[in-house]
């Protein structure tokens, strides 16, 4: 990477940023604000903690559910109607969140949550849109703009959750529909933002001339995709770097906090041990993104693999009353998911023909998710049957097959040069 010739930059990519991370900061205020206000409004209607997890396991697999859809959208119509579609979709679940949390109608709730994770999926897919004009020495760089702008909003939207408790309250409504409020609001406002600003469309120019495009409003069968995926090995390397290093983060943050729960310690520790992971996910990823275009695709997802496994030895280590060491632990969990995730991303988009880019973007969040979801489910019944440690030490078993993956095609790749 590092001598290639630095090619210049597309006119349009810096407008294209600048609206993707504008759209970015609003969702993430949107959704985040959602994740805890969900599961407390479950249990409220339900009376029963232990259904509590339904909400964001509802919201999970609508992201999910929602990937291959929004891919399909991108390339009928290009990444305004696919975005923005996301977000319209996500605000109305939002509506139907307050209706069924007001009523009291737990399906209707659901069904809400289940919508808002369109908002999600919107928000992963926004990341493959930062490429589409990016040249091969900045898709990298540009795809972490994009991710980083997820910060603000993942740090805000949390705390918003008393003041516009408050505001629903003297709506009438039940205050943990607050949330919800503020989710529609911010979600019209990101698509609004997509629709009207995000033009020309990145997705459409980037292919516009392109002959294997031209029966680009023609459905892909997805094993048609998953097929072209493994056909080529660095496209199969940046999909494992994705989904696994999803799967251990998903697996071992959602049962941190359990874990430290067993020894009474309080909320406010607990609170700022899953801060400390949300930055090492999101502050760096300009960096991240950085070393990924000077160093390779490949050597960060080796970099991030090891950062990962770091992560499964020191927190799975830790007592569950060392803040300390599972500060660290989940710091080191965010910064190595960060560092799959971008780098994974950008081998994707970039190892696969124009043709498949965007059903193969939307394979990748449909497995990401997925893997979440099973991540989170398996990690429940681990810890019931073994422990926290052990968690950690299975989590991180996929973790070295990937990062054994990266130095092969990092070997590859020194001999085809050679």
């Keep these: 990477m590092t001598s290639a010739s630095v090619a210049p930059a597309h006119p349009l990519l810096k407008r294209t940023l600048q609206t993707l991370a504008s759209a970015q900061t609003l969702s993430g205020l949107g959704y985040s604000s959602t ?5 407390l409004l479950v249990a409220s ?99 972490s703009l994009v991710v980083w702008a997820s910060t603000i909003g993942s740090v805000i939207g949390p705390n918003l959750m008393g003041p ?66 493994a056909s080529r090995p660095l496209a199969l390397l940046g999909l494992l770097a994705i989904s696994i290093g999803h799967l251990i983060m998903v697996a071992v943050m959602v049962m941190t906090p359990v874990h430290m729960a067993h020894v009474d310690v309080s909320l406010t520790i607990i609170g700022f041990v899953i801060s400390v992971h949300i930055a090492g996910m999101y502050a760096f990823s300009p960096i991240v993104g950085y070393l990924t275009d000077r160093l390779g695709r490949p050597q960060v997802i080796f970099i991030g693999g090891l950062i990962l496994i770091s992560s499964a030895i020191i927190a799975g280590t830790a007592p569950a009353n060392n803040e300390i060491q599972l ?11 960060s560092c799959t995730l971008i780098a994974g991303s950008t081998l994707l988009s970039e190892s696969v ?8 973007q939307g394979t ?28 950690c030490a299975l989590a991180a078993m996929p973790v070295v097959y990937v990062t054994l993956l990266a130095v092969k ?10």
């Design 327 to 337: 500060g660290i632990g989940l710091f080191l969990l965010g910064l190595g998911w």
């Design 164 to 229: 516009f408790g408050r505001i629903a309250d003297s709506m009438g409504l039940p205050k943990l529909t607050g949330p919800y409020l503020l989710s529609a609001t911010m979600l019209s406002m990101g698509a609004a933002i997509i629709w009207f600003r995000l033009k020309p469309d990145p997705y459409l120019t980037s292919v516009a001339g392109h002959s294997e495009e031209s029966s680009s409003k023609v459905k892909v069968p997805a094993k048609e995709v998953f097929a072209h995926i």
């Design 45 to 143: 209607i339900t009376k029963s903690e232990a259904l509590a997890g339904l909400a964001q396991t509802f919201g999970v697999l609508g992201a999910a559910a929602m990937a291959l859809p929004l891919a399909n959208l991108t390339r009928r119509g290009g990444r305004r109607l696919a975005l923005g579609s996301g977000y319209l979709i996500g605000a109305s679940g939002a509506v139907f969140a307050i209706i069924g949390g007001t009523a009291r109608l737990l399906p209707i709730m659901l069904l809400g949550t289940f919508l808002v994770g369109a908002a999600s999926a919107s928000g992963y897919q926004a990341r493959y849109a930062a490429v589409d004009l990016a040249s091969q020495n900045n898709r990298a760089k540009s795809l």
């Design 364 to 391: 990748s969040d449909l497995i990401m998710n997925l893997s979440a979801a099973v991540g989170g489910a398996l990690a429940g019944v681990i810890i019931a049957v073994l422990s926290y440690g052990w968690l």
């Design 35 to 39: 994740v805890a206000a969900g599961s």
């Design 409 to 418: 095609r990092m070997s590859d790749s020194k001999t085809i040069s050679s």
């Design 353 to 360: 023909s124009d043709h498949y880019r965007a059903p193969a």
